[in-house]
């Protein structure tokens, strides 16, 4: 069992079951009906709560604990997601697919991040949106969730390199209040970005 198996596995859920502040106040950037696919989407609040204002969602997570759950929160919720177990090492982000990617808390090697972003670019289809939401290595001060290395964390620079060919609508490196459940509670270092394919 992961260490994402047993934190999922509780009743409560870890990040808790609202979606993450920065996902809700862009999310009337996706286009009506939008397919959307989001990365390392766990126990599924962002995935349900975008389902619930019509987009068509498909989630992704290495977690069958966090899937099998983020399905049940679907049905509780009365909405469909499409979720899906996969290692992102191993999932295939088709081509011109998608008309937005979710990116929050996709904490991964490096190598392994840059190579899902250049697929998701790719996989945008034209006046698709990309929407990331991640620690910066300064979050290590404050301790108040996130990775424990810096190496699974992200900077502006490596984020805007990793996702070069999309218009950058936002991009900051910000401190903020992040609570979410008992797994983010406090004062935060992030690095958010929002890009847009020419289209």
Not at 84 to 89: G, P, T, Y
Not at 175 to 195: C, P
Request: hydrophobic share 45%.
């Amino acid at each position: 069992m992961t260490i994402w198996d047993e934190r999922y596995g509780k009743d409560e859920f870890f990040y808790g079951t609202e979606p993450n502040d920065f996902l809700r106040a862009h999310a009337q950037l996706m286009l009506p009906k939008a397919e959307v696919l989001c990365l390392a989407e766990g126990e599924g609040r962002n995935a349900v709560y975008l389902a619930g204002l019509g987009y068509r969602v498909t989630a992704v997570d290495a977690s069958p604990v966090g899937i099998a759950k983020l399905r049940r929160f679907a049905t509780l919720r009365g909405v469909q997601v499409e979720a899906v177990v996969s290692d992102l090492a191993h999932y295939v982000i088709e081509p011109a697919r998608w008309d937005a990617v979710v990116s929050i808390w996709c904490h991964i090697p490096e190598a392994l991040r840059a190579k899902v972003y250049r697929a998701s670019v790719a996989g945008l289809r034209p006046g698709g949106h990309m929407l990331v939401e991640a620690y910066h290595p300064r979050q290590l001060q404050f301790k108040t969730g996130g990775p424990p290395t810096a190496d699974l964390m992200v900077t502006l620079p490596m984020l805007q390199h990793e996702l070069a060919g999309l218009e950058v609508l936002l991009a900051q490196e910000i401190e903020r209040m992040v609570q979410e459940g008992k797994g983010h509670h406090g004062h935060s270092a992030v690095v958010q970005f929002i890009g847009r394919k020419a289209g």
